[in-house]
């Protein structure tokens, strides 16, 4: 063989082992991932749900997906089904906060790491998952209360009256979203939660309980709908375009899907607080980091921003959800 020959093969399989994984190609394939996913109440749930089964997948893991259609009692069982199968690891977007102790420690009795992603779960027991990973729900409701808090800052108002719609009770957005809100406007005495709906994250359901509210006059003297998320904003518009009343509330929204942000760009709502749902590459990499022996930190946090009438809406980048 020439001595040109000689170079070109080595060079050759030099490029070859260069495009391989650390990891050797058929051993990724055969780790299974089981995604507990919660339901697919809303655009922004069905945008989270594609992300991370994209991104697992696309690191070649194996994705067993069960979808408990917003029924926690179907969530635990399958977590059970998984611990059953042996996955190798579990990810975990609870519904509730609450309930999960029993069910994780089996998991750790089988070996089988947990990841908590987007809601949290209520427990002291940090040894009972890898880490959680989403949003800051605190500084969610933060950011809409201090768009509320900034509106009325050089208005002379003697009072300010927010209704509150709610998301699903004992889950962590609902709670946190609720108490970064009231916070931040606690500041300025003048502003009041004073009706409260619950809509479960739901647009039909916040449409039906903001149309009872509206008929049984709860809606006078309000100047502000805060609501947790947009499914039930829109919900709440459908209810007063029903009822044939006027928009003339200051309107805050959590999410920020496409939907929203086109109808803040019309000026029919005041403020859009960013809920980012595309966590997927941060999920698929701690995976990977865990697999791999590599430190993960305990809590990670995927970055939210706001969009409100108060910044260029011309430059808010395309939705995709
Ligand atoms: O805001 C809402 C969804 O858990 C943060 O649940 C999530 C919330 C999200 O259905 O749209």
Redesign the pocket.
């Known amino acids: 063989m020439k001595k040109i020959q000689v170079i070109l093969l080595v060079l050759l399989a030099l490029l070859l082992t260069g495009c391989q994984n650390n990891e050797p190609a058929e051993e990724q394939n055969e780790r299974t991932i089981g995604f507990a996913q ?2 697919t ?5 069905k945008a ?1 749900n594609k992300s991370i089964t994209e991104e697992l997948e696309k690191q070649n893991y194996q994705v067993m997906a069960r979808n408990s259609f917003s029924d926690p009692k179907q969530q635990f069982q399958d977590v059970m089904t998984f611990i059953a199968y042996q996955v190798d690891l579990i990810v975990l ?1 609870p519904i509730q906060e609450n309930g999960w102790e029993t069910v994780l420690e089996e998991a750790k009795k089988a070996g089988i790491p947990v990841i908590i992603v ?2 949290n779960i209520a427990t002291e027991r940090t040894d009972l998952f890898l880490t959680h990973i ?2 800051s ?1 605190k500084a969610q409701g933060g950011r809409a209360g201090l768009y509320v808090s900034n509106y009325y800052q050089k208005k002379e108002k003697e009072s300010v009256n927010v209704f509150e719609i709610k ?1 699903s009770d004992h ?3 609902t709670r946190l979203r609720h108490d970064g809100f009231a916070e931040t406007v606690g500041r300025d005495p003048r502003i009041k939660i004073t009706q409260t709906i619950t809509g479960d ?1 739901i647009r039909l359901k916040a449409k039906e309980a903001f149309s009872e509210a509206i008929k049984a006059g709860k809606l006078q003297n309000i100047d502000v709908i805060y609501s ?4 039930m904003t829109l919900g709440a518009l459908d209810a007063l375009e029903a009822a044939k009343i006027e928009n003339n509330f200051v309107i805050v929204s ?2 920020a ?1 496409k939907e929203m942000i086109d109808l803040l760009k019309q000026q029919k709502v005041n403020c859009v607080v960013e ?1 980012n749902p595309f966590m997927g590459e941060l999920v698929a990499n701690t995976v990977k980091r865990y697999f791999a022996k590599e430190t993960i930190s305990e809590d990670i946090y995927v970055s939210d921003t706001v969009f409100s009438d108060q910044n260029p809406l011309s430059t808010i980048p395309p939705r995709n959800y």
């Open positions: 919660a339901g109440e809303s655009n922004w749930r989270q977007s987007d809601r989403g949003s729900f998301g889950t962590s957005p994250y947790h998320n947009d499914e959590i999410d899907q809920c």
